[in-house]
């Protein structure tokens, strides 16, 4: 079992910054890769960028977002930049195999808002 707890979430002016953090407790967390995700009020659940050996991103938040991992302290980090109004979202962090990641992770977080105004 792995728990997934989100933090840093908030309200920050188009073109500003902001970043959220998730901390994982459980077993075999190195070998999970890590991932976020955004669900925007009446739109399905999107993946934003994951992390393992490698990165990736989503289109919309490539070259805009970072994300970072520290194993050692069992945390996930994404760093937002750039910010629009279409970021607005509640983040999820999750986990689960390299191979399903972007599409069935293991586990969630309860999710973190992040608001954007213009």
């Known amino acids: 079992q792995v728990n997934l707890v989100e933090s840093g979430g908030g309200l920050v002016q188009a073109g500003g910054s902001l970043s959220v953090s998730c901390a994982a407790s459980?077993?075999?967390?190195?070998?999970?890769?890590m991932a976020w995700f955004r669900q925007a009020p009446g739109k399905e659940r999107e993946f934003v960028a994951a992390?393992?050996?490698?990165?990736y991103y989503a289109d919309s938040v490539k070259g805009r977002f970072t994300i970072s991992r520290d194993n050692a302290k069992n945390s996930v980090y994404l760093q937002m930049n750039s910010l629009k109004p279409e970021d607005t979202a509640v983040y999820y962090c999750?986990?689960?195999?390299?191979?399903?990641?972007?599409?069935?992770?293991?586990?969630w977080g309860q999710g973190t808002q992040v608001t954007v105004s213009s």
């Open positions: 999750a986990a689960g195999p390299i191979t399903v990641i972007k599409t069935r992770p293991d586990y």
């Open positions: 459980g077993r075999f967390l190195s070998s999970y890769a």
């Open positions: 992390a393992r050996v490698m990165t």
